[in-house]
């Protein structure tokens, strides 16, 4: 193999590089969000066998390593099912789940900490559970979670580095590739650490400014 120097071709393979990972960051949050929200909402309303069900996926989920989560969907399942899956197709569904089981956690936390003096007084003056849930529930359950959400979804995004071990030529891929090229690890996983790092930073940033605001808005309404 022929070592090279860097060339300002780099700097567009590692821009590809962060804009796959930011782009399956914000995929799999978005989706992981979602699902573990209805979970949560699920989980309030003690929906038979599904709340069980829902219980059992997420601490598996929980509880095993993201690295074995992404082995078995895309080498052990489709081998066992005899089907095909794309590394992409399997570090979107890997990192979704992932993601959904601890917002779930996070969801159930957030709903429980509502008082249920209001939920009760809610009920007494007619609202239906849809309104009970969109108008008192969701609010003050959303300014709570904010926080916990945002330290997860910085930790999630650091998590996407680990489909680089499936082919996906995210961030962390194309740092590999430069290295094994170039053999100077310190300033190619140093330029890696930083891009990390500002995308970390830039989701933090906005974590905490919603936060902010959805609490001023709480407190504005006495909630």
């Known amino acids: 193999m022929r070592y090279t120097e860097f060339t300002p071709f780099d700097l567009w393979l590692l821009t590809q590089g962060l804009g796959v990972t930011i782009g399956l960051f914000l995929a799999t949050?978005?989706?992981?969000?979602?699902?573990?929200?209805?979970?949560?909402?699920?989980?309030?309303?003690?929906?038979?066998?599904?709340?069980?069900?829902?219980?059992?996926?997420?601490?598996?989920?929980?509880?095993?390593?993201?690295?074995?989560?992404?082995?078995?969907v895309f080498f052990g399942f489709p081998g066992l099912l005899k089907m095909n899956v794309t590394p992409v197709t399997a570090a979107l569904i890997t990192l979704s789940a992932n993601t959904a089981a601890?917002?779930?956690?996070?969801?159930?936390?957030?709903i429980e900490s509502i008082g249920r003096d209001q939920i009760e007084a809610a009920r007494v003056f007619g609202l239906t559970r849809w309104q009970v849930l969109r108008h008192v529930i969701a609010p003050q359950a959303a300014a709570f979670s904010i926080g916990p959400l945002t330290a997860l979804l910085v930790n999630q995004l650091q998590v996407t580095s680990l489909i680089s071990v499936i082919g996906v030529m995210d961030l962390a891929k194309i740092g590999a590739n430069l290295n094994l090229r170039t053999l100077k690890p310190f300033i190619v996983w140093t330029a890696v650490g930083i891009l990390y790092y500002l995308a970390a930073k830039l989701v933090a940033m906005l974590g905490s400014a919603l936060e902010k605001r959805l609490r001023a808005h709480?407190?504005?309404r006495g909630l």
Request: net charge positive.
């Open 218 to 220: 709480s407190a504005f």
């Open 102 to 110: 601890f917002v779930y956690v996070i969801a159930v936390s957030a």
């Open 29 to 72: 949050s978005l989706l992981g969000v979602l699902i573990g929200v209805v979970w949560g909402v699920i989980r309030f309303y003690r929906v038979p066998v599904l709340t069980q069900l829902i219980t059992f996926v997420s601490e598996i989920l929980k509880n095993s390593p993201v690295l074995v989560q992404l082995f078995l």
